[in-house]
């Protein structure tokens, strides 16, 4: 849409001084936006036209897309072979164009699918080559996953707060950080309900293609509100 690329060009916006060394940015935002939409070879002229009288300066833009990129093949290549799991994500990618904004989202949709699964730190690589190199108009496609493990969440003096802490695991994190992040958030949890000097460890351990990583918690004793004063001019 004409007005999907005209929110693209941040370069050039109405009502805002004009300068020809921004047409250059302009026209990479251009070519970004199309590339981004599976136009991989477009031709782009343009014209300025100047109003002296009201000061204003006009840039017409002349776009030829030209062809769509196809996909000749999608190659799923998996770090760790899991058969089951290689058709799963295979149903994620049907496209027959390729559209790189929309292919992300098939990028995404596996992610999600990990996560389900309970592989919370993935990592996806895309590699393109274009079998016609100066049109670009078909492309063999490998998506390299590395699941990674398993991670289970086991929890020792409390129950289950999985809910609490998954969303950790399922950013694009160091295990470290999601370990003292997801203790963080059991302590802010515990101290809302009173317990405020409890005790939380954790340790990994790891079982072939699983780490399973238990939280051992120690409450201690719970705070209640005693009187409330106040002192002063009130």
């Given at each position: 849409k004409k007005s999907n690329l005209l929110k693209s060009i941040f370069s050039l916006q109405k009502n805002t001084w004009f300068s020809e060394k921004k047409i250059e940015a302009a026209l990479q935002e251009i070519r970004n936006f199309l590339y981004s939409r599976g136009f991989f070879d477009p031709q782009i002229d343009y014209r300025i036209i100047r109003r002296k009288k009201r000061f204003l300066t006009d840039i017409i833009f002349n776009i030829k897309t030209g062809r769509v990129s196809t996909i000749n093949q999608i190659k799923?290549?998996?770090?760790r072979p899991?058969?089951?799991?290689?058709e799963q994500i295979k149903a994620?990618?049907?496209?027959?164009?390729?559209i790189p904004y929309k292919f992300q989202k098939n990028i995404e949709k596996v992610y999600k699918l990990l996560r389900r699964q309970k592989y919370y730190l993935p990592i996806i690589r895309l590699n393109e080559k274009f079998l016609d190199k100066n049109k670009k108009t078909?492309?063999?496609?490998?998506?390299?996953?590395k699941s990674g493990n398993k991670y289970e969440l086991k929890f020792e003096g409390i129950k289950n707060k999985t809910g609490l802490i998954s969303s950790v695991w399922e950013k694009k994190v160091v295990e470290k950080w999601a370990e003292e992040e997801s203790k963080d958030r059991i302590r802010y949890h515990l101290e809302n309900k009173g317990f405020l000097n409890s005790?939380?460890?954790?340790s990994i351990k790891e079982d072939d293609f699983t780490k399973n990583i238990t939280f051992k918690v120690k409450r201690n004793k719970r705070y209640k509100l005693g009187e409330v004063l106040f002192t002063g001019n009130v």
């Open positions: 799923i290549v998996l770090a899991n058969k089951n799991l290689y994620c990618f049907v496209d027959k164009v390729y078909k492309v063999d496609l490998v998506v390299i996953i005790e939380i460890e954790s």
